[in-house]
């Protein structure tokens, strides 16, 4: 891969959760995202935002992270079409494909202390091949939550 496709960056010093947002900003078809804790309103906003553009937009989420500060509810009740994991026991991704040609990961999840505070890392890929990848496992994963509240 070319340095064009890859870039790494780590957090608190990069900013990670600045990194993920002028990515999805970037998106014009289609976000897919599985986190397991999701508390970064700014993220929240982007998407929200991108949201309005009528875009496919789906999420995954752990469930035993879900509480008043998780974004959880707040995308569900704006219509966008984020489930509960379907895993018995953690979904630990931390994943953003977007447009099915660019995939943001790695061991930040999108909370003020990944952000801020942890030393957590981002990898962003653009990368058809690998994005398709990171589509199967999350079709596989929303699959599997939707089965469950099924």
Avoid: W
């Amino acid at each position: 891969m070319s340095s064009r496709t890859l870039a790494n960056y780590f957090c608190p010093e990069d900013s990670c959760a600045e990194k993920v947002k002028e990515e999805l900003k970037k998106a014009e078809e289609s976000i897919y995202f599985m986190t397991f804790s999701f508390t970064n309103e700014g993220i929240a906003n982007v998407i929200l935002l991108k949201h309005l553009e009528n875009m496919t937009m789906q999420g995954v989420m752990e469930t035993r992270q879900i509480s008043e500060h998780s974004q959880f509810m707040r995308l569900n009740y704006s219509g966008i079409d984020v489930v509960k994991d379907g895993n018995k026991n953690n979904l630990h991704h931390k994943v953003f494909i977007i447009d099915e040609e660019t995939v943001v990961t790695g061991s930040f999840n999108p909370t003020g202390s990944g952000d801020k505070r942890n030393d957590e890392n981002i990898l962003i890929i653009k990368n058809k091949e690998i994005a398709r990848q990171f589509k199967e496992e999350f079709d596989r994963v929303y699959t599997e939550a939707n089965a469950l509240a099924s």
